[in-house]
């Protein structure tokens, strides 16, 4: 009995394609949008200085009377960032866009649109870890002391905030005054009945991390009344006066185990002791998130530098007149000096280089009888 199955007719079938495309993975992009945008005129180079005034040393002593203050110098602190410039491109040929179900050009214009914003992003957080002043929970004096247990706490986020009002660093919604005036009225602001309301910093964190700190009860209290009216994007909550958001695009680490490390025997490292650190970079943020162990102390010796093999050819050997001693002349011969825009023969170290006397002796024959 004759069946008519489906992979007889397997050239007839049209493979279909959703009209609508996937979303990409989100993204929490928050803190380009904390910094202040600063512009460069046109026509000023790529140097943008700050400067500051620093504040004048207060008086050590009263005034005596008849007698003027002693006076104090006007001293400056500047810093200076340099103007980069960003940019990528996408190929987009006419025959793609005539030929492909979706609008590849469009989709282009889209995915440039959020590189640039992601590249916002990533660029301030290289910006902030080139940054020196670095701690660690738990008062750990290096990241590669940090063990399993060490994770955000509400110790270390005290001791933060204390820094912070310590050295006077602004706050978000906070005075303006340089020097503020704290009264017992305008000190005081109830931030449960107005969360938004209050002078405050800002943790930015991965969410990794902020899933540790959310063990914390004190924490998740603060969140139940500071989502009332929350101000950043992605914000989670707030603790005292700092309030937390979480961003996926926080760089993170990853730690590996050292690499073998083996003295080699060419290149020009001098005679000594040498550690090797590797790191590796993702590709798609570009942050460099894979830290390897530091390598033991390796012993390199430099290679031996090179000589010359030098034979030197007997004048009198040479014109094939026997085996007399060379006389005193072909004993010390000279060197033949090297003529401007003639060519060198290589230096190796195996080969050898003739020496020829400048005015070789001139040997006399007699003819017998």
């Given at each position: ?9 397997q050239a007839?079938i049209?493979?279909y394609?959703a009209d ?6 989100q993204?929490h992009?928050?803190?380009?949008n904390?910094?202040d ?7 000023r ?6 400067t500051?005034?620093?504040?004048l ?6 005034l005596a009377?008849?007698?003027p203050a002693p ?5 400056i602190q500047?810093?200076?960032g340099?103007c ?17 179900k ?10 440039t649109?959020l590189q640039?914003a992601e590249t ?8 902030l870890m080139a940054?020196?002043q670095i ?14 247990g060490d994770v955000?706490?509400?110790n270390?986020l ?6 912070f009002?310590t ?10 005054q340089?020097?503020v005036q704290?009264?017992p009225s305008?000190?005081f ?12 910093y ?9 899933g540790d ?8 209290l603060?969140?139940s009344?500071s989502?009332?009216?929350r ?6 909550g707030?603790w005292?006066d700092?309030r937390v958001?979480?961003?996926?695009l926080?760089?993170?680490w990853?730690g590996?185990?050292t690499?073998?490390v083996t003295?080699g ?5 001098q005679?000594?002791s040498?550690?090797v650190?590797?790191?590796g970079?993702?590709?798609q943020?570009q942050?460099?998130s894979?830290i390897?162990?530091?390598s ?5 010796t430099a290679?031996?530098?090179r000589?010359?093999?030098?034979q030197?050819?007997d004048a009198?050997?040479?014109?094939g007149?026997?085996d007399?001693a060379p006389?005193?002349?072909d004993?010390?011969?000279?060197w033949h000096r090297?003529?401007p825009g003639?060519?060198?023969r ?6 050898r280089?003739?020496?020829v006397?400048l005015?070789?002796?001139?040997l006399?024959h007699?003819h017998?009888?």
């Amino acid at each position: 009995m004759a069946t008519n199955t489906a992979p007889s007719f397997q050239a007839d079938i049209e493979q279909y394609i959703a009209d609508e495309t996937l979303p990409l993975a989100q993204r929490h992009l928050v803190v380009y949008n904390l910094g202040d945008k600063l512009e460069l005129p046109k026509g000023r180079g790529t140097n943008y200085t700050a400067t500051r005034f620093q504040r004048l040393a207060l008086p050590y002593a009263p005034l005596a009377e008849g007698a003027p203050a002693p006076g104090e110098f006007l001293s400056i602190q500047q810093v200076t960032g340099v103007c980069q410039q960003w940019g990528d491109l996408v190929r987009v040929t006419d025959v793609a866009e005539l030929t492909i179900k979706h609008p590849v050009f469009e989709k282009a214009v889209e995915l440039t649109a959020l590189q640039v914003a992601e590249t916002n992003e990533r660029n301030t957080y290289n910006n902030l870890m080139a940054l020196t002043q670095i701690n660690y929970v738990n008062s750990r004096g290096a990241r590669s002391a940090l063990v399993a247990g060490d994770v955000l706490d509400s110790n270390t986020l005290n001791r933060t905030n204390a820094a912070f009002e310590t050295i006077g660093v602004w706050q978000f919604q906070g005075d303006q005054q340089t020097d503020v005036q704290r009264t017992p009225s305008s000190s005081f602001t109830r931030t449960d009945s107005a969360p938004s309301g209050g002078p405050h910093y800002v943790l930015v964190a991965h969410p990794l991390v902020v899933g540790d700190f959310r063990n914390s009860s004190t924490f998740v209290l603060a969140a139940s009344y500071s989502s009332v009216n929350r101000l950043y994007n992605a914000e989670v909550g707030q603790w005292n006066d700092i309030r937390v958001v979480k961003s996926n695009l926080v760089p993170s680490w990853t730690g590996v185990a050292t690499v073998a490390v083996t003295a080699g025997t060419a290149g020009s490292l001098q005679t000594g002791s040498y550690f090797v650190q590797v790191t590796g970079q993702d590709t798609q943020n570009q942050y460099e998130s894979r830290i390897y162990q530091g390598s033991a102390s390796t012993s390199v010796t430099a290679p031996e530098p090179r000589r010359l093999s030098c034979q030197r050819t007997d004048a009198g050997r040479a014109a094939g007149h026997g085996d007399a001693a060379p006389s005193q002349h072909d004993r010390h011969p000279h060197w033949h000096r090297h003529r401007p825009g003639a060519a060198r023969r290589p230096r190796d170290r195996h080969h050898r280089l003739s020496l020829v006397p400048l005015r070789p002796r001139r040997l006399r024959h007699r003819h017998a009888g």
